[in-house]
């Protein structure tokens, strides 16, 4: 072959001049073609995935909640909450992005799903007490409204059972909870106590009569007054209840204090502290907390409620405290 004719360029003189202007137009328009084809490639690049719409899909069932979301391209994040609806278990509470949202197609969209109540049935509580229940229920539900309360105050009826036991409720165990719901329990006052024997506490000290009351079971209800004729100071001066008489349990004994001399570095007066009335008798004791050294316990009984008094011959600046059922109910200085 003859590479030189080939290449002859002296023949491009006997192009036709139209011919050839076609050609360099068709050339140029391919190569802005492809310029403007290369230009959207990059601008599609750019755009990335379409945008979309974020349904809503609160309250939903999980199932139809994935498949709206699928619908739009969008993928699931689930997590699992307790709710306060027990109706409300498998259902979307929360979502985000918020319903309405324009957002990328692929993005993951968080759903809180109801694992439904904490509880879902009433628990049995007979053979509990009330305190156990309550500490038992604010455990379950933790940070959720809580479905089940408890009724205050509980029916008391005297049984064999100790004191404070549930012996029964209502709603019975086991039944579904649909929505919120008060328990009522019938709750043990403990065996009905026979009648008590009144001590004889007149001439008694202070530490003496306590000391007779812890015994002897009664309730009882103090006064201070000075003493008069030869009645001592210090003393148990009179009682309004004859001795060996048997009373009620609940019902209080009048025991009238002999006022102390006074002695220097000591402090007197009766402590009083109003009470509610308790269904049953509950362990109450009254402590002195003197400026140094430990503390000690002035008297310490089952008491009914309603007025706790006890007089008191304590070291100056001592504080008392008074006690139920371990707790601190009143903390007043002595003297004041």
Known sequence: ??????????????????????????????????????????????????????????????????????????????????????????????????????????????????????????????????????????????????????????????????????????????????????????????PEKAKVKVPDLVGLSLQEAALQIEKSGIAFQFTVRGPEGRERPGTVVAQLSDPGALIDPSEAVTIVFGAPAAAEGMASGLFSQSLPEYPYPLRSVLYTEPPTGPRVPLISVDHPGRLFTMPYVVPQGSVLVLQVLNKVVARVEAGR
């Open 1 to 190: 072959m003859n590479f030189r004719s080939f290449f002859d360029f002296r023949k491009l003189d006997d192009i036709d001049p139209r011919h050839f202007r076609t050609a360099i137009l068709a050339l140029v328009s391919l190569v802005i073609l492809m310029g403007l084809s290369g230009l959207i490639a990059f601008f599609l690049a750019l755009r990335g995935q379409e945008q979309t719409l974020v349904p809503d899909v609160i309250d939903l069932e999980l199932s139809s909640a994935l498949i709206k979301l699928q619908e739009k391209e969008l993928y699931p994040r689930v997590s699992l909450r307790f709710s306060n609806d027990p109706e409300s278990r498998g259902r979307i509470l929360e979502q985000d992005p918020s319903p309405g949202a324009i957002v990328k197609a692929g993005r993951r969209i968080a759903l809180v799903v109801s694992r439904g109540a904490a509880q879902d049935k009433v628990g049995d509580y007979v053979g509990q007490t009330v305190d156990e229940v309550k500490i038992h229920l604010q455990t379950v539900f933790g940070s959720t409204r809580q479905l089940i309360t408890v009724r205050e105050p509980p029916v008391y009826i005297y049984d064999k059972s100790p004191a404070g036991t549930i012996l029964e409720q209502s709603p019975a165990p086991n039944v579904d909870l649909s929505g919120p719901t008060q328990l009522t329990f019938v709750v043990s006052r403990g």
